[in-house]
């Protein structure tokens, strides 16, 4: 089975260094773990890019975003002509993200 490319979107990429820039800030040895975290998460998406949830909001369903937790943060990511996933954005989810998306 070939994997699936991954992409980020400059939104995604932006969403990624400020989480990891002010978690840096107070622990650094922290971001990295973190950094690490996301990076594992999102490299599982090569081989099973269905294991995120689907969303709740009709909207987003309709887009075709999947959610995938990675700690306290959701990772929105899309499958795109059954064979790229791209990452569009990285939130707190403690936020309220419907406007981001």
Do not use: C, H, W
Request: glycine fraction near 2%; aromatic fraction near 10%.
């Amino acid at each position: 089975m070939p994997k699936y490319l991954i992409n980020f979107t400059e939104a995604a990429e932006q969403d990624l260094v400020v989480i990891v820039e002010y978690i840096a800030n107070d622990n650094p040895a922290a971001a990295l773990k973190l950094a690490e975290r996301f990076e594992q998460s999102i490299l599982q998406l090569e081989d099973f890019p269905l294991i995120g949830a689907i969303p709740k909001n009709r909207r987003l369903i309709r887009q075709g975003y999947r959610m995938l937790l990675v700690d306290s943060y959701v990772v929105f990511y899309a499958l795109l002509n059954n064979e790229t996933v791209e990452i569009r954005r990285i939130v707190s989810g403690k936020r309220d993200y419907q406007f981001l998306l």
